[in-house]
């Protein structure tokens, strides 16, 4: 109820800063949502939120993945985490513009160069949490296991996994966030569509409502994929944790 | 100690172990620490706190394999290890913590295990919704589900209340007359040693050697708080000597 009230007075901000603004700098509610409804009916809409969410889950499933992995190995192994300790600082501070520009550069404006940017981007940040987490793990369940002889793969799953989860949530919820921010620049400097392209082109034609429509038709999908599929899969991981009395 | 013909199930000989501290000193922890237990055997290891049982099991658990000497165990036998906290996966229930570890234990098994621990109606329960002592009756059943060859016990009654303690204690000396599993138990708890060991194997203070080996030829059933006060002097008696 809170929520919906905020909204409503976010909502109610944005109208009356229309009003005072004007049309041409702060379109309406109202136009915006006749924006997105006519890109919606021409297609346009659906195929430009279709490419860039490929793009979001292509990066966002790499990073994801070889961040878990080199996470747990830096936060297992001392000499692998000293060894790639400076490479991630490296990484870390380096600027996400620097990235996407010499992907282009040395892999010409494609696709493959175009998600590993991204995903490269990610990377680190992904590293840093899954490593937090593997050095937090439970040494006394890593006896257990070894005492009673569980395969390695079984331990990963059932015993390092588990653990692991609190951490992998919280890589992927800010991770989501930070991915498709850069999917759209990444767009914007060199593909031919998506909501990056979108919005570069209605920058040149200075077209604010365009730019609104396609923000938030895009904010929109991340949202439903919040509550539809990050928040059920959370509550199914931490099921034991709910009935905790 | 094996009679001729049946050998040992663990022969251990523990020459030296040592830890460096944070500060670089080195601290000697077991020096010289041989025993050999038989087939079905219960050896209960008494020692003041601090005097490296719980680093012995490890080694003898396979799981510290930096010390100077050998511990001999049937190829391919199956380890069953109580710890002194019950380590369960929270994010299992009790029966899928059980399974985990023992996938090839049948239904009925681990049916008549959970009966036997009383168990069976926590089964679907995770370990977070348990008890102390249920949680380390788990641990147990975890440790039997598998059938070990030899069974490792880290002070299981431990920080548990003294009336819970003592069930647990009659239940598992019951579990062992029926099971015969050869078992190494840990305790600083002497009366608790006495009420269930075959044999009794008193620990020295740091760096840790085998004072003495007491057998116990009474039946564990017939220990009666009485009897086991008695065998309790009666070994106080005996080392007196070696005490001074």
């Known amino acids: 109820m809170l929520r919906l009230a905020s909204l409503a007075l976010l909502l109610a901000i944005w109208w009356l800063g229309a009003l005072?603004?004007?049309?041409?700098?702060?379109?309406?509610?109202?136009?915006?949502?006749?924006?997105?409804?006519?890109?919606?009916?021409?297609?346009?809409?659906f195929l430009n939120l279709g490419a860039t969410l490929l793009r979001v889950a292509l990066a966002f499933a790499l990073a994801m993945a070889a961040g878990t992995a080199i996470g747990?190995?830096?936060?297992?192994?001392?000499?692998?985490?000293?060894?790639?300790?400076?490479?991630?600082?490296?990484?870390?501070?380096l600027p996400a513009l620097v990235i996407i520009v010499l992907a282009y550069v040395w892999g010409g404006l494609t696709e493959t160069a175009a998600i590993a940017a991204v995903a490269i981007n990610k990377l680190p940040n992904a590293i840093v949490?899954?490593?937090?987490?593997?050095?937090?793990?439970?040494?006394?369940l890593d006896e257990m296991a070894r005492v009673f002889g569980m395969a390695r793969t079984t331990v990963l799953r059932h015993v390092v996994l588990p653990q692991l989860a609190p951490f992998l949530a919280?890589?992927?919820?800010?991770?989501l966030a930070l991915v498709w921010k850069i999917v759209l620049v990444v767009e914007l400097l060199g593909r031919p569509n998506g909501v990056g392209f979108q919005i570069g082109v209605a920058f040149q034609l200075f077209d604010v409502t365009r730019i609104l429509a396609y923000a938030l038709a895009f904010v929109g999908v991340m949202l439903s994929i919040e509550s539809l599929l990050v928040q059920p899969l959370e509550r199914r991981v931490s099921r034991w944790r709910a009935r905790v009395a | 100690m094996s009679p001729v013909g049946a050998p040992a199930l663990l022969e251990v000989q523990i020459a030296h172990k040592a830890f460096v501290t944070?500060?670089?000193?080195?601290?000697?922890?077991?020096?010289?620490?041989?025993?050999?237990?038989?087939?079905?055997?219960?050896?209960?290891f008494v020692g003041p706190s601090g005097c490296g049982k719980t680093t012995m099991l490890k080694i003898v658990a396979g799981l510290d394999a930096d010390y100077r000497g050998r511990v001999v165990l049937p190829?391919?036998?199956?380890?069953?290890?109580?710890?002194?906290?019950?380590?369960?996966?929270?994010?299992?229930t009790v029966e899928q913590n059980v399974r985990l570890v023992a996938a090839a234990a049948t239904a009925d098994r681990l049916a008549e295990l959970f009966h036997m621990l009383g168990l069976w109606e926590h089964r679907t329960h995770y370990p977070g919704e348990?008890?102390?002592?249920?949680?380390?009756?788990?641990?147990?059943?975890?440790?039997?589900?598998?059938?070990?060859?030899?069974?490792i016990l880290d002070e299981p009654f431990a920080s548990l209340d003294a009336p819970l303690a003592r069930r647990l204690r009659d239940e598992l000396a019951a579990l062992v007359d029926r099971l015969k599993i050869t078992t190494m138990l840990v305790t600083h708890d002497v009366e608790e040693a006495i009420g269930l060991a075959d044999?009794?194997?008193?620990?020295?203070a740091r760096p840790a050697h085998i004072l003495a080996e007491i057998p116990i030829a009474m039946r564990r059933s017939e220990r009666s708080p009485n009897e086991i006060a008695s065998i309790k002097d009666e070994i106080a008696r005996q080392l007196r000597p070696l005490a001074t």
Request: net charge neutral; glycine share 10%; aromatic share 4%.
């Open chain 2, 22 to 44: 944070a500060s670089g000193a080195r601290l000697d922890v077991l020096r010289d620490l041989a025993f050999t237990l038989d087939p079905g055997e219960l050896g209960a």
């Open chain 2, 130 to 151: 348990l008890s102390v002592g249920l949680a380390r009756r788990v641990a147990l059943a975890r440790a039997l589900a598998i059938e070990p060859d030899l069974l």
């Open chain 1, 20 to 45: 005072y603004a004007g049309e041409q700098m702060l379109p309406g509610p109202v136009t915006v949502l006749d924006a997105i409804i006519a890109e919606a009916r021409s297609g346009e809409l």
């Open chain 2, 199 to 204: 044999r009794l194997f008193l620990l020295s």
């Open chain 1, 129 to 140: 949490t899954v490593r937090e987490g593997a050095r937090a793990l439970d040494p006394g």
């Open chain 2, 75 to 92: 190829a391919a036998a199956k380890l069953g290890m109580v710890f002194q906290e019950p380590r369960l996966l929270h994010w299992r």
């Open chain 1, 170 to 175: 919280a890589a992927a919820r800010s991770g």
């Open chain 1, 72 to 93: 747990l190995l830096m936060g297992r192994v001392a000499i692998a985490d000293r060894v790639g300790d400076p490479w991630l600082v490296v990484l870390l501070n």
